[in-house]
């Protein structure tokens, strides 16, 4: 910044940067959603192009923030988990809270048209959000601090659920159905609609029920990787085993810089590559913690140390996994382990399925090319 004699109004501006050691959650909420909603005619009570839109955006949100380590959403709000020891834009609260906000409200309009299309479905006016920054010092704030985000969930949409059924299949008004719910508990609402809608809750989607988790898994693929040839033909491996002699450089060298480069063979090479990924699971219960040490920063190889402090029993593997990409969401059984790869006689450029890495189990993936090719939402590093 150029000096100047105007320099000394920066002394005015107000340091805001969040203390060390910290969780730093930044929550973003739409505004007057509920209008919004309304105006665009989003299904009653859940459309899911609404929340896989909201889930795009905030999968968009961590491929930029590669610090986020875990983003929990619900209706019209997102909560963005920084870990602790980030030095992103210098913990300025400001700072990270404006570009969160900033580059989830613009993906969700960037992204609008891949879920709602036809003239009916045009977005009428820009959606607005705003942001907060709360700093949480232990895992046990922070945990809290989620497991509030999903009991916020599951009241609401009970809510919700009870209301619009009374509203669409009762035929009340809505002040009707506003009256009719007044004063009831958890259980009177799970009555109502079994008995007068004949909804049965607990079939409703856990994407409704229990809103939707994003998190880093690693992505493992095939590559192929060439070797180059001698001058006799024979093909030269790249590596070298220790304790292997091998002749002077010198020579070597020189014939390297007039010689053209001839493949001598190709093999198969595995890179791994970090992806967002979303589920919709309980995260309240300890369970999950347990199934995701790294996320608390604890290291995956010590499953005696518990991201609860209870018992230290043994991580367990989720039984499936769950791709988000620019086109919805697919669903993939994964029974024992979150890392998985690429088949030994696929190529990159034509995946036909996925295997689990140490097992025998594989499944067909054609309905999940999209998921694991270039529109999956990755991270720039390999």
Known sequence: MAKSKFEYVRQFEIPDKCVPNCWIIVRIDGKNFHRFSDDHKFEKPNDPRALHLMNTAAATVMSDFKDIVIAYGQSDEYSFVFKKDT???????SKIMTN?????????????????????QHL??????????VLYPSNKNMRDYLSWRQADCHINNLYNTAFWG?????????????????????GDKNEILFSECDTNYNNEPEFYRKGTVLMWDKYVYKVDVITPSNKDGAGTSTTKSKGTKHEPQAESSEKSKSAPFKVGGIHTGLRTKPIVVCDHCDIIGDQFWLDHPHILGIDDDKPSES????????????????????????????????????????????????????TSDSISTSEVNDSVGCNVVTSDKS
């Open 307 to 358: 991201p609860s402090g209870g018992d230290g029993r043994t991580a367990q593997k989720p039984e499936s996994i769950v791709f988000e990409n620019l086109d919805g969401i697919v669903e993939v059984p994964f029974p024992k382990h979150r890392l998985y790869k690429c088949d030994a006689n696929e190529t990159l450029s034509s995946l036909s399925s996925v295997q689990e890495r140490g």
């Open 87 to 93: 030095t992103l834009y210098s913990r300025r609260a």
């Open 166 to 186: 009374l509203v669409i299949k009762k035929g009340l008004t809505r002040r009707e159905a506003e009256a009719r719910l007044r004063g009831t508990f958890s």
């Open 124 to 133: 009428q006016y820009p959606p607005a959000f705003d942001g907060r920054v």
């Open 100 to 120: 969160v906000v900033s580059k989830f409200s613009a993906s969700y309009v960037f992204h609008w048209t891949k879920y709602f299309q036809g003239e009916e």
